[in-house]
């Protein structure tokens, strides 16, 4: 079922296959480099590890959620926002998530919500022995365009399963479990969870039903110059190694170079990848590192999102050329292993 799930999904999207263009040399992206501002994110040491979307009653939290951008990409957007006592955080994002709804004043410029306006959540359940949330919208939720059943249920599905505790999403209408969504009837028989993708394309020659889907991070920014993460779930060769496979098509970089940009250049080499237990070892190589150097922070977390995001891990240890004295450019340290960032893209409404 998961398969044709993405063979439908490609379709639905009308996926572009673009031919993969590289060029330059070193670890890093030289057009990323000169961003202005570099993408919001806070990076917690492995002992933290906790998902995004998390929300504390009566204090100010930086809630996350699934908006779609200028270009047409879902990215998780974290939103200042206080929790009442009586509200619940999963039914709070969805709220947000509304078009035109009560929170459209909070949402930066450049990204708008996805789930039809007038939609109120009816029910937000969690089920905790199962990890699953179940929300039930009200009659509007049936009134958008075709284009969008598949980035609604993407940016419901990730925004939820964000969340500590919640690995699938059920979604339900008017009193009954919706089975398919009800403009073009993508299939809803099967618990939701993020093995749908997210924003997919397939790299070029790719055959669908022999393929395996990783997702990858990669640098967009706003029309105010503010640099923001955007993942993309790819569809490449059939690979025994997911995490192998990610990260060299991260080093390949986007099919769309117009809207989005790599983070590491096509010089540098994946020498070897290790999980053990939680822990994910990453090592690189690149001839042109030297030592004490410090490196891209920009790189550095969208290698950590893009590697917990294929593994499941919840901390990476990064090493360059075998080492592992890696600091990034706001002296951050890697030499001990990272755990998945808390908050990303704190962009400002």
């Known amino acids: 079922m998961i398969q044709k799930r993405w063979i439908r999904g490609a379709v639905l999207s009308g996926v572009l296959v673009l031919p993969i263009l590289t060029s330059g040399c070193g670890l890093f992206s030289q057009e990323t480099s000169q961003s202005i501002d570099p993408p919001q994110i806070e990076v917690k040491d492995g002992t933290e590890g906790a998902e995004t979307g998390q929300a504390v009653v009566g204090e100010e939290n930086q809630m996350t959620v699934y908006l779609e951008d200028r270009n047409g990409y879902l990215a998780p957007i974290s939103i200042p926002t206080v929790l009442g006592a009586n509200e619940q955080a999963g039914q709070k994002a969805l709220e947000m998530m509304v078009e035109n709804g009560a929170y459209a004043s909070l949402l930066p410029e450049d990204f708008r919500a996805v789930i039809p306006q007038g939609t109120q959540i009816k029910s937000y359940k969690i089920d905790k022995e199962q990890k699953l949330a179940t929300v039930e919208f009200s009659e509007p939720f049936k009134d958008y365009n075709v284009q969008d059943e598949r980035t609604i249920v993407e940016a419901i599905t990730w925004t939820l399963t964000a969340m500590t505790g919640i690995e699938g999403v059920e979604i339900w209408y008017e009193g009954a479990k919706l089975p398919e969504m009800p403009v073009d009837g993508y299939p809803l028989d099967e618990t939701l969870t993020r093995a749908v993708g997210i924003n997919i394309e397939a790299a070029e020659g790719v055959n669908y039903a022999q393929s395996t889907p990783v997702t990858l991070y990669f640098s967009a920014q706003t029309l105010n110059d503010e640099q923001y993460y955007v993942p993309v779930t790819r569809l490449v060769e059939r690979s025994s190694s997911p995490a192998q496979a990610a990260l ?66 919840s901390t990476v240890q990064i090493k360059l050329n075998g080492e592992a004295n890696v600091v990034d450019e706001a002296n951050q340290s890697y030499s001990e292993p990272v755990g998945r960032p808390h908050h990303v893209n704190a962009i400002k409404s």
Do not use: F, H, R
């Open 248 to 313: 060299e098509q991260l080093i390949s970089g986007p099919l769309n170079k117009k809207e989005l940009t790599s983070v590491i250049l096509p010089d540098v080499q994946v020498k070897n990848i290790v999980q053990e237990g939680d822990v994910v070892t990453v090592d690189l190589q690149d001839e042109a590192y030297q030592e004490g150097q410090k490196l891209p922070t920009e790189m550095l977390q969208a290698l950590v999102l893009s590697v917990t995001e294929n593994t499941g891990a």
